[in-house]
T-cell receptor, first 116, second 115 residues
Framework: AQKVTQAQTEISVVEKEDVTLDCVYE???????LFWYKQPPSGELVFLIR????DEQNEISGRYSWNFQKSTSSFNFTITASQVVDSAVYFC?????????????WGLGTSLAVNP | GAVVSQHPSWVICKSGTSVKIECRSL??????MFWYRQFPKQSLMLMAT?????????EQGVEKDKFLINHASLTLSTLTVTSAHPEDSSFYIC???????????FGPGTRLLVL
């Protein structure tokens, strides 16, 4: 089965706190891609990162960092020194190697509220 | 780069009318476009996948005669909600993907309200 689980439905933090959003995936494919998207209140989905299954290096982009662990099938996302503008719903998604047109399998999303 | 536009951003219509939503890739050619529907506080639900010049592939449970998709060029796909009813009210989002790329880039979405 192909599945993405974001166990945290809602997270609330105070500005400047660090926060980690969890993502656990299931797939039998050896080649696949993982994504994170941000959906602010305006509704538009913003692409944050893509990671292929052969690249387990962690990535840092400014205050954002991602930890990919194949051993635990997790692709967690950390925001350091959170800001109010980080308030959004964050989706983790999986693109398995098989299947038509590389459809994305989505998690249910984590709603992050960063309070001043 | 990788900008996708959607038009209109908001539409309010009467029950029984048809509504057309356009999705354009502005700075790249999209061989594949996807149409999603999203209800409040829920994840995205894929409705259909369309490849340029061919018929769309609909997900199970999505009525193809209700949601007409046309992908006439490498930069434009349209979704027409025919004979709209209040239960069709939702947030519709398109995405576009360049051939050979794994990343979908999303439009800003269209909020449809059927009265």
């Amino acid at each position: 089965a192909q599945k993405v689980t974001q166990a945290q439905t809602e997270i609330s933090v105070v500005e400047k706190e660090d926060v980690t959003l969890d993502c656990v995936y299931e797939t039998r494919d050896t080649t696949y891609y993982l994504f994170w998207y941000k959906q602010p209140p305006s509704g538009e989905l913003v692409f944050l990162i893509r990671r292929n299954s052969f690249d387990e290096q962690n990535e840092i982009s400014g205050r954002y960092s991602w930890n990919f662990q194949k051993s635990t099938s997790s692709f967690n996302f950390t925001i350091t020194a959170s800001q109010v503008v980080d308030s959004a719903v964050y989706f983790c998604a999986l693109s398995p190697n098989a299947g038509n047109n590389r459809k994305l399998i989505w998690g249910l999303g984590t709603s992050l509220a960063v309070n001043p | 780069g990788a900008v996708v536009s959607q038009h209109p951003s908001w539409v309010i219509c009467k029950s029984g009318t048809s509504v057309k939503i356009e999705c354009r890739s502005l700075d790249f050619q999209a061989t594949t476009m996807f149409w999603y529907r999203q209800f409040p506080k829920q994840s995205l639900m894929l409705m259909a996948t369309s490849n340029e010049g061919s018929k769309a592939t609909y997900e199970q449970g999505v009525e193809k005669d209700k949601f007409l998709i046309n992908h006439a060029s490498l930069t434009l796909s349209t979704l027409t909600v025919t004979s709209a009813h209040p239960e069709d009210s939702s947030f519709y989002i398109c995405s576009a993907r360049l051939y050979g790329s794994e990343t979908q880039y999303f439009g800003p979405g269209t909020r449809l309200l059927v009265l």
